[in-house]
């Protein structure tokens, strides 16, 4: 069965300290996206990074790293050096093709991170 | 700013109403996307459109459908409002070719049904 796992419901973080959010995804597809995604309690969906199956390396995006190990079916995002607006809910998600030709997405249940001072 | 555009940003309604939600995507992509975030369920996707033509289906209600208009903005049409119908409904849209496992998503429209 295709599905996010975030085992995380919530999470501390002290100010300037990295944190590592956790998620495993389950596909029997080789073609796949997987992404992180920001949700401030003011409830936009805030995108942070992309990693597409097939790529080598580990995408970053300023403070955003995904840590992709392939062979255990994790997407682990780091946040580095966190700071107090990064305290907000956090998603994975991962994208596979339909056999139409689209692309459907499912997500995780969701990290909420507290930063604290 | 996503640049991806969502009305009404709320809605309150009554049940066995219907309300018509209005998505307008990013300049340049195709493809929109439409999900339903609840409580209990969490983030749900429910369609997706490629200019103008459904491409993906998920768990979206027979009370429910969508469209996708030649100018690219989409429509998503509730009907028969049930009090669980009650949720966040985003629109996200994706760039053509390239990363196209990137969404970007509007800011939600609220819809609460009493």
């Known amino acids: 069965a295709q599905k996010i796992t975030q085992t995380q419901p919530g999470m501390f973080v002290q100010e300037k300290e990295a944190v590592t959010l956790d998620c495993t995804y389950d596909?029997?597809?080789?073609?796949?996206?997987l992404f992180w995604y920001k949700q401030p309690s003011s409830g936009e969906m805030i995108f942070l990074i992309y990693?597409?199956?097939?790529?080598?390396q580990n995408a970053t995006e300023g403070r955003y790293s995904l840590n992709f190990q392939k062979a255990r079916k994790s997407a682990n995002l780091v946040i580095s050096a966190s700071q107090l607006g990064d305290s907000a809910m956090y998603f994975c998600?991962?994208?596979?093709?339909?056999?139409?030709?689209?692309?459907?997405?499912?997500f995780g249940a969701g990290t909420r991170l507290f930063v604290k001072a | 700013d996503s640049g991806v555009t969502q009305t009404p940003k709320h809605l309150i309604t009554a049940t066995g109403q219907r309300v018509t939600l209005r998505c307008s995507p990013r300049?340049?992509?195709?493809?929109v996307y439409w999900y339903q975030q609840s409580l209990d369920q969490g983030l749900q996707f429910l369609i997706q459109?490629?200019?103008?033509?459904?491409?993906a289906k998920g768990n979206i209600l027979e009370r429910f459908s969508a469209q996708q208009f030649p100018d690219l903005h989409s429509e998503l049409n509730l009907s028969s409002l049930e009090l669980g119908d009650s949720a966040l409904y985003f629109c996200?849209?994706?760039?053509?070719?390239?990363?196209?496992?990137?969404?970007?998503f509007g800011p939600g429209t609220r819809l609460t049904v009493t």
């Open positions: 990693q597409g199956s097939y790529d080598q």
């Open positions: 996200a849209s994706s760039p053509d070719g390239g990363r196209i496992y990137e969404q970007y």
């Open positions: 459109y490629y200019n103008g033509e459904e491409r």
């Open positions: 596909t029997s597809d080789p073609s796949y996206g």
């Open positions: 998600a991962m994208s596979l093709e339909a056999n139409t030709g689209g692309f459907k997405t499912i």
């Open positions: 300049s340049g992509d195709l493809s």
